[in-house]
């Protein structure tokens, strides 16, 4: 077995990014962070929960960035913090001034020439033929892509980042959700709808506002698309989601960068009211007096995302886990309880409830 131990993988190109953690849950002596540059590369830093700034020197040619600290405290994080919330102290680097030059690292590699199976084409004509509603297109190119191309990916070298090609994500029927993402905007296209690739943080989120552009703060894309003037954001690695697509729940990455030519900005994922996510609960106890037993009724209403999540929960257990389920959950608050039949379960996907 051999490897190397320098190199980098090519799909980044030849501009660098990093970023060096400065702080830890216990206290460190000295910590220190050293980046050799050649003098003509042109490197941006930043410092997150720190006033660190690099020491600057030329050394033989090349450019070094040095970062030094002594007695770093420990850094206590809270539980329960949003995803977002980063407490810990870090430094950056970035050889990206711009979003715009992310995105057209981006729009790269997720361009393609190629033509769709003849197969998939043919279905498409079919739903052409059936409507002529792009809401209604749209939500079964998504349906599509999340029930019958399944959720995996061989993620090496270039594959990291870069797509396969749409039409061998369709004949191969799996795919990561760089696969899914191009496959669908390619069959949207298709189907004459506009989409575009949206690169999000599912760590950073909102927080991916205060980093300096770079392709390294992304670990997953999704697909905006626009319909009648609204913009939509679709996930081809979501199950359960059915109905129409202005019901279905939104990713809430919070922050997305569209893969388009000349995009400089990062774009809000807005989570419009009518598919946010909520949970009623409705008790009722029934008493017909003093000695006799009480009925407990319970009414679960689930709307957007959670919904979607009770909707995989009921398709992959059985009505015995269920109800077993709900009885240990009320015994810890009634010990003597029983129920008195299955659990019952109505779904309106059209209204994601």
């Given at each position: 077995?051999?490897?190397?131990?320098?190199g980098?993988?090519?799909?980044?190109?030849?501009?660098?990014?990093?970023?060096?953690?400065?702080?830890?849950?216990?206290?460190?002596?000295?910590?220190?962070v050293?980046?050799?540059a050649?003098a003509?590369?042109?490197?941006?830093?930043?410092?997150f929960?720190?006033?660190?700034?690099?020491?600057?020197?030329?050394?033989?040619?090349?450019?070094?960035?040095r970062w030094s600290?002594?007695?770093?405290?420990?850094?206590?994080a809270?539980?329960?913090?949003?995803?977002?919330?980063?407490?810990?102290?870090?430094?950056?680097?970035s050889?990206?001034?711009?979003?715009?030059?992310?995105?057209?690292?981006?729009?790269?590699?997720?361009?393609?020439?190629?033509?769709?199976?003849?197969?998939l084409?043919?279905?498409?004509?079919?739903?052409r033929?059936?409507?002529?509603?792009k809401?209604?297109?749209?939500?079964?190119?998504l349906k599509?892509?999340q029930?019958?191309?399944?959720?995996?990916?061989?993620?090496?070298?270039?594959?990291s980042?870069?797509?396969?090609?749409?039409?061998?994500?369709?004949?191969?029927?799996?795919?990561?959700c760089?696969?899914?993402?191009?496959?669908?905007?390619?069959?949207?296209?298709?189907?004459?709808?506009?989409?575009?690739?949206?690169?999000?943080?599912?760590?950073?989120?909102?927080?991916?506002?205060?980093?300096?552009?770079?392709?390294?703060?992304?670990?997953?894309?999704?697909?905006?698309?626009?319909?009648?003037?609204?913009?939509?954001?679709?996930?081809g690695?979501?199950?359960?989601?059915?109905?129409?697509?202005?019901?279905l729940s939104?990713?809430?990455?919070?922050?997305?960068?569209?893969?388009r030519?000349?995009?400089?900005?990062?774009?809000?994922?807005?989570?419009?009211?009518?598919?946010?996510?909520?949970?009623d609960?409705?008790?009722?106890?029934v008493?017909?007096?003093?000695q006799?037993?009480?009925?407990?009724?319970?009414?679960?209403?689930?709307?957007?995302?959670?919904?979607?999540?009770?909707?995989?929960?009921?398709?992959?257990?059985?009505?015995?886990?269920?109800?077993?389920?709900?009885?240990?959950?009320?015994?810890?608050?009634?010990?003597?309880?029983?129920?008195?039949?299955?659990?019952?379960?109505?779904?309106?996907?059209?209204?994601?409830?």
């Amino acid at each position: 077995l051999a490897y190397s131990i320098t190199g980098r993988n090519p799909v980044f190109g030849d501009k660098h990014f990093s970023s060096f953690s400065m702080g830890w849950n216990v206290p460190v002596d000295v910590s220190r962070v050293r980046v050799s540059a050649p003098a003509g590369r042109k490197l941006y830093t930043r410092a997150f929960n720190s006033d660190l700034k690099p020491q600057v020197q030329k050394v033989k040619g090349r450019v070094e960035y040095r970062w030094s600290q002594t007695d770093a405290p420990p850094v206590f994080a809270e539980d329960d913090a949003p995803v977002w919330y980063q407490p810990f102290p870090a430094v950056q680097i970035s050889e990206y001034r711009r979003w715009r030059d992310v995105a057209a690292w981006a729009d790269a590699l997720y361009a393609h020439g190629s033509p769709l199976p003849q197969a998939l084409q043919a279905k498409l004509r079919q739903w052409r033929s059936e409507t002529t509603d792009k809401k209604i297109l749209a939500a079964r190119a998504l349906k599509l892509v999340q029930d019958e191309i399944r959720y995996f990916g061989i993620e090496l070298g270039q594959n990291s980042h870069r797509p396969s090609l749409p039409g061998e994500v369709y004949r191969r029927r799996y795919g990561d959700c760089k696969d899914k993402t191009t496959l669908l905007v390619a069959m949207l296209d298709e189907l004459g709808i506009k989409a575009w690739p949206a690169l999000v943080s599912t760590d950073y989120q909102r927080d991916i506002d205060n980093w300096l552009p770079s392709p390294g703060l992304f670990d997953h894309v999704v697909v905006m698309t626009e319909v009648d003037g609204k913009r939509y954001w679709m996930d081809g690695t979501r199950t359960y989601q059915d109905g129409s697509i202005d019901t279905l729940s939104v990713p809430d990455f919070e922050r997305a960068l569209i893969v388009r030519k000349g995009e400089n900005r990062l774009t809000a994922i807005e989570v419009p009211e009518t598919v946010a996510s909520s949970i009623d609960i409705e008790e009722d106890f029934v008493v017909s007096d003093y000695q006799g037993a009480v009925r407990l009724e319970v009414k679960t209403t689930y709307q957007g995302s959670i919904a979607e999540a009770m909707r995989q929960y009921f398709a992959t257990n059985t009505p015995r886990e269920i109800r077993r389920a709900y009885l240990n959950y009320y015994a810890k608050l009634y010990p003597a309880i029983s129920t008195d039949g299955p659990v019952k379960s109505q779904d309106d996907k059209e209204a994601n409830r």
